[in-house]
């Protein structure tokens, strides 16, 4: 059974940075896309950034230039780098993947706090 296994998660202040690493375990297929995807209170889930083959990386529009997502899809595994964090980012922090070679995947979530 494939997972998705998130980290790196927390509490930062304003400015800072975190970098968020999800791996799916139990696969030996590549993923088709992996990314990750937020929802913050009473809104609703939105794009942060995702890989796509054959089409490359998408961002959402309010963390182009501060995001980078990274990795190595074909082994199942993204990072996503976070700088200059706004209390706007606050918000539940999702891995997604898809595969040819099964169902759409999200993780468990990490929860992501940019406060003073």
């Known amino acids: 059974q494939v997972q998705l296994v998130e980290s790196g998660g927390g509490l930062v202040q304003p400015g800072g940075s975190l970098r968020l690493s999800c791996v799916a375990s139990?696969?030996?297929?590549?993923?088709?896309?992996m990314g990750w995807y937020r929802q913050a209170p009473g809104k609703q889930r939105e794009l942060v950034a995702r890989?796509?083959?054959?089409?490359?990386?998408d961002y959402g529009d309010s963390v182009k230039d501060r995001f980078t997502i990274s990795g190595d899809i074909a082994k199942n595994w993204v990072y996503l780098q976070m700088n200059s964090l706004k209390p706007e980012d606050t918000a539940v922090h999702y891995c997604?993947?898809?595969?040819?070679?099964?169902?759409?995947?999200w993780g468990q979530g990490t929860q992501v706090t940019v406060s003073s």
């Open positions: 997604n993947r898809r595969s040819a070679y099964g169902p759409e995947l």
């Open positions: 139990g696969s030996i297929y590549g993923a088709s896309a």
């Open positions: 890989f796509t083959l054959g089409t490359g990386t």
